[in-house]
């Protein structure tokens, strides 16, 4: 799917996805990461440009103006693919799977967050309670 979040197929399932409606969202997402592949190489392209423009011994204000202005544009053509990807697989989807899609995906989110919460507080935890030196001898 070429970078495109795909929605994981137990997910489909669970919500009572057909075969059909899979394999329509597969082409969606598929087109869409082939659309994609490109901006993506050139926004890449786009930050190196700008890598190099802030190193130069004399930065040129108004080329980094220009070339942030080009790498707006590629962020909006990128945005704008998205999300006519996402209105394509929602219209797919009847009205009751997308509602029970967008509680599943709500579940997940907050069980990620949870598990993302957890891991911050124990880096936390180390570093304010640090192990104790192994002894000497």
């Given at each position: 799917?070429?970078?495109?979040?795909?929605?994981?197929?137990?997910?489909?399932?669970?919500?009572?996805?057909s075969?059909?409606?899979?394999?329509?969202?597969?082409?969606?997402?598929k087109?869409?990461?082939?659309?994609?592949?490109?901006?993506?190489?050139?926004?890449?392209?786009?930050?190196?440009?700008?890598?190099?423009?802030?190193?130069?011994?004399?930065?040129?204000?108004?080329?980094?103006?220009?070339?942030?202005?080009?790498?707006?544009?590629?962020?909006?053509?990128?945005?704008?693919?998205?999300?006519?990807?996402?209105?394509?697989?929602?219209?797919?989807?009847?009205?009751?799977?997308?509602?029970?899609?967008?509680?599943?995906?709500?579940?997940?989110?907050?069980?990620?967050?949870?598990?993302?919460?957890?891991?911050?507080?124990?880096?936390?935890?180390?570093?304010?309670?640090?192990?104790?030196?192994?002894?000497k001898?």
């Amino acid at each position: 799917h070429g970078g495109m979040p795909m929605i994981p197929e137990r997910m489909l399932d669970a919500v009572g996805v057909s075969a059909e409606q899979k394999t329509k969202l597969r082409e969606i997402f598929k087109a869409a990461g082939d659309d994609l592949r490109p901006l993506r190489e050139n926004g890449r392209a786009l930050h190196e440009q700008m890598g190099k423009l802030m190193a130069a011994p004399q930065v040129d204000a108004a080329a980094a103006e220009a070339l942030r202005q080009k790498q707006l544009a590629a962020h909006d053509a990128s945005s704008k693919r998205m999300l006519r990807a996402m209105l394509d697989a929602q219209a797919v989807l009847t009205p009751e799977q997308r509602s029970k899609l967008a509680e599943r995906m709500a579940e997940r989110r907050d069980h990620m967050e949870h598990r993302r919460d957890k891991r911050m507080e124990q880096r936390q935890d180390r570093h304010e309670h640090p192990m104790p030196a192994a002894p000497k001898g």
